[in-house]
């Protein structure tokens, strides 16, 4: 039978992977309103508590008065407007490169960079558990694509000697779904002896890494000779939304005239630029949100490895407790929530089978108080989980 759905979504259901959307009625923050109840959150990726600031809403308020809310047509119609270029040359000095150059999203960010850059008869390396827009990226390009052991440089080593073209590594700065760092200076130090060029999403490391929130590329000082491509998102620690991608003036000129995902499609509202050009201030000036998160990742490694929890290797707010099976990690977010706490689990296909996860992540927003109640919670629900394996 054609199209059979519902026997799709049953065989879903069986396999404990159905996915449900909780529904927010509040804005994002530590305290929300899901499905009709007060819940502390740990599963935003609003890192450094910018999604609801003050400051970061009256820009966007201020934005909208003066520039209306629609984008109204493409970049290079009659889309392209100054706040646009104002966020594009602030990102630009933000991360040390020539250029930068605003996308509506991140997904489309790395679409738009991947297949501008390389097609058939090149070649385009990726981390194993890269996300899932730069695969999806990968494999529309037409390019070889190949994908390497997770932050392998010898796995990586073994594929560029086979490579043809031009070729392309592609590799998350922080891992999102295990909060991991790329190891860029050993995957650099390869891409370099075969003249091949690295690209890094850095989605989640801007913000919380790097002294002055710079990413990855600020943690290890690497330049755009190191990294030619540097992505980065805007809805995530800098709560807003879009994306951008920096590199040299050649690499910026190249996407303006190539990249399909960024010409045929609408800008994103210049209000949404005018808001993170307000975040990307916060975000680079106020040290303390760093200061502060670092000292709860601190705490709630100490704190899980007494419960005896199985932590991965993350020095990122990212701090997922691994379980493996899909059922018994929902089971545990389903005792969180019993006790008004949502932490989301996350399982396959998102994550490699058999390695569902409680996905913590920790935000600037969040106070000592309610990281030791998480950790409580935690030491009272885990035995019940851990006790049925
Ligand atoms: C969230 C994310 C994206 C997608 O960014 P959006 O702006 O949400 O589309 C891309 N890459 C990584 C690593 C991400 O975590």
Same mark, same amino acid.
């Given at each position: 039978m054609p199209f059979d759905l519902a026997a799709r979504l049953a065989e879903r259901h069986a396999a404990h992977l159905y996915r449900q959307r909780p529904l927010l009625d509040s804005p994002q923050g530590p305290l929300v309103q899901v499905d009709g109840r007060q819940l502390l959150a740990f599963c935003s990726n609003d890192y450094l508590g910018l999604a609801n600031h003050p400051e970061v809403i009256r820009a966007m308020q201020q934005g909208a008065e003066k520039w209306g809310v629609g984008g109204g047509a493409s970049h290079l119609v009659i889309g392209h407007s100054t706040p646009h270029h104002e966020l594009e040359e602030a990102l630009a000095d933000f991360t040390g490169r020539p250029r930068a150059l605003l996308f509506s999203t991140g997904y489309m960010a790395n679409l738009a960079a991947v297949t501008a850059l390389v097609g058939q008869g090149d070649t385009v390396l990726e981390d194993r558990i890269n996300h899932a827009s730069l695969l999806d990226a990968g494999l529309l390009s037409g390019a070889r694509f190949s994908r390497y052991l997770h932050n392998d440089a010898v796995s990586l080593s073994n594929r560029l000697r086979k490579a043809e073209g031009n070729t392309l590594v592609v590799t998350d700065g922080v891992f999102s779904m295990d909060g991991d760092?790329?190891? &860029?200076? +050993?995957?650099?130090?390869? /891409?370099?002896?075969?003249? /091949?060029? =690295?690209?890094?999403?850095? /989605?989640?490391?801007? !913000?919380?890494?790097?002294?002055?929130?710079? !990413?990855?590329?600020?943690? @290890?000082?690497? !330049? =755009?000779?190191? =990294?030619?491509?540097?992505?980065?998102? &805007?809805?995530? +620690?800098?709560?807003? /939304?879009?994306? @951008? =991608?920096?590199?040299?003036?050649?690499?910026?000129?190249? &996407?303006?005239? @190539?990249?399909?995902?960024?010409?045929?499609?609408?800008?994103?509202?210049?209000a949404v630029a005018c808001a993170t050009l307000k975040s990307l201030e916060l975000l680079r000036s106020e040290g303390w949100r760093r200061e502060h998160l670092n000292k709860l990742i601190a705490r709630f490694r100490q704190g899980a490895a007494e419960i005896g929890l199985n932590l991965m290797d993350s020095p990122t707010p990212i701090q997922p407790i691994l379980i493996g099976d899909s059922e018994r990690a929902l089971k545990l977010s389903a005792l969180l929530k019993e006790r008004g706490l949502l932490v989301g689990a996350i399982r396959p296909p998102t994550v490699p089978a058999g390695s569902a996860r409680l996905r913590v992540t920790l935000s600037a927003a969040h106070s000592e108080a309610q990281l030791e109640h998480l950790i409580e919670a935690l030491a009272e629900c885990w035995p019940q989980v851990a006790g049925d394996a």
């Open positions: 760092l790329a190891d &860029l200076p +050993a995957l650099c130090a390869e /891409a370099r002896l075969k003249d /091949a060029w =690295v690209m890094v999403d850095d /989605a989640h490391g801007f !913000g919380p890494l790097g002294a002055t929130g710079g !990413g990855i590329v600020e943690h @290890f000082g690497l !330049g =755009v000779d190191e =990294v030619q491509v540097l992505v980065g998102t &805007l809805g995530k +620690a800098f709560g807003t /939304a879009g994306a @951008f =991608v920096a590199g040299s003036e050649a690499l910026i000129e190249t &996407l303006i005239q @190539f990249a399909r995902p960024y010409i045929y499609t609408t800008s994103q509202p210049p």
